[in-house]
């Protein structure tokens, strides 16, 4: 598989105003901020040079990101790795027996990703994540 860069570093706030005020010291901006359903969070991207930092907030108090942070309170929550090819990389990934969190790519806005599972990643959430084509 070829790893093109890290895509992003997210992390789950219990205070998104606050952490959005911290990034503002280092001179970094919001970009974009969205509503994730499925996870019952926000997700606000802040750039970060070739890389962004998103930053995840509860939206939804029953929901997935909810769920998280009273378990394991704020924190890193994954890193994701854009690849050339996701295809490849779920190839070589079940090559090396590592086990994906779902059996299928989920698409968004930005592209097609998987998840690697915390336990085939030493504790770490990883997103194995493609890029759609521009004009897709």
Same mark, same amino acid.
């Given at each position: 598989?070829?790893?093109?860069?890290? @895509? #992003?570093? &997210? /992390?789950?706030?219990?205070?998104? !105003?606050?952490?959005?005020?911290?990034?503002? $010291?280092?001179?970094? $901006?919001?970009?974009?901020?969205?509503?994730?359903?499925?996870?019952? &969070?926000?997700?606000? /991207?802040?750039? &970060? %040079?070739? &890389?962004?930092?998103?930053?995840?907030?509860?939206? @939804?108090?029953?929901? %997935?990101? !909810?769920?998280?942070?009273?378990?394991?309170?704020?924190?890193?929550?994954?890193?994701?790795?854009?690849?050339?090819?996701?295809? $490849?990389?779920? !190839?070589?990934?079940?090559? #090396?027996?590592?086990?994906?969190?779902?059996?299928?790519?989920?698409? @968004?806005?930005?592209?097609?990703?998987?998840?690697?599972?915390?336990?085939? %990643?030493?504790?770490?959430?990883?997103?194995?994540?493609?890029?759609?084509? !521009?004009?897709?």
């Amino acid at each position: 598989m070829k790893v093109i860069r890290i @895509d #992003h570093v &997210a /992390m789950i706030v219990d205070d998104l !105003a606050a952490m959005l005020g911290l990034l503002r $010291t280092f001179g970094l $901006t919001l970009e974009s901020a969205e509503e994730v359903p499925q996870f019952g &969070a926000m997700s606000s /991207m802040v750039s &970060a %040079g070739n &890389a962004n930092i998103e930053l995840l907030s509860a939206s @939804d108090p029953s929901g %997935g990101c !909810a769920r998280q942070l009273e378990k394991r309170g704020a924190g890193l929550h994954h890193v994701c790795l854009e690849v050339e090819s996701l295809e $490849t990389a779920i !190839a070589e990934l079940n090559e #090396h027996g590592l086990k994906l969190v779902d059996g299928e790519p989920w698409v @968004d806005s930005a592209g097609r990703r998987v998840w690697l599972h915390p336990q085939s %990643g030493q504790g770490v959430l990883f997103g194995i994540f493609e890029r759609h084509p !521009a004009g897709k």
